[in-house]
């Protein structure tokens, strides 16, 4: 599965993955900084990306929803640091352990 993992993500989120399974790129290893979204997801499909996982909540209000190219997968944190998204790691790799849906998943912290 190719997975691109957006600028805001910390890049070291990338070695949470099973390298064996996934072929984990990001934005910057792209060389695709400072692209918008529309854009972005374009560059997603011409390369034949699978999933995309940002941290950009407003990603669903700026995009047509019912033509996406690939999985995306926003993490809702209130603090966008490697610590706080690695705990939505389990919720993430849930979602990419089995077919792959072209939608919209957000994945928030829980309260604890």
């Known amino acids: 599965m190719k997975i691109l993992l957006d600028e805001n993500i910390d890049v070291r ?6 390298i064996k399974s996934h072929q984990i790129n990001t934005v910057r290893s792209m060389d695709w900084l400072g692209i918008k979204n529309g854009k ?5 499909e011409k390369n034949s990306f ?6 950009d909540k407003n990603l669903p209000y700026q ?3 019912t033509i996406l ?8 944190v209130k603090r966008n640091l490697l610590t706080t998204i690695t705990r ?3 919720q993430v790799q849930e979602l990419i352990s089995g ?3 072209k939608k919209i998943f957000v994945l ?5």
């Open 13 to 18: 989120f990338r070695n949470l993955f099973d």
């Open 40 to 44: 972005l997801l374009d560059l997603l």
């Open 50 to 55: 699978d999933i995309f996982i940002t941290a």
């Open 63 to 65: 995009q047509n929803l």
């Open 69 to 76: 190219p690939v999985c995306i997968i926003i993490l809702n």
């Open 88 to 90: 939505l790691f389990p």
């Open 99 to 101: 077919p792959v849906q």
């Open 108 to 112: 928030s912290e829980t309260n604890e």
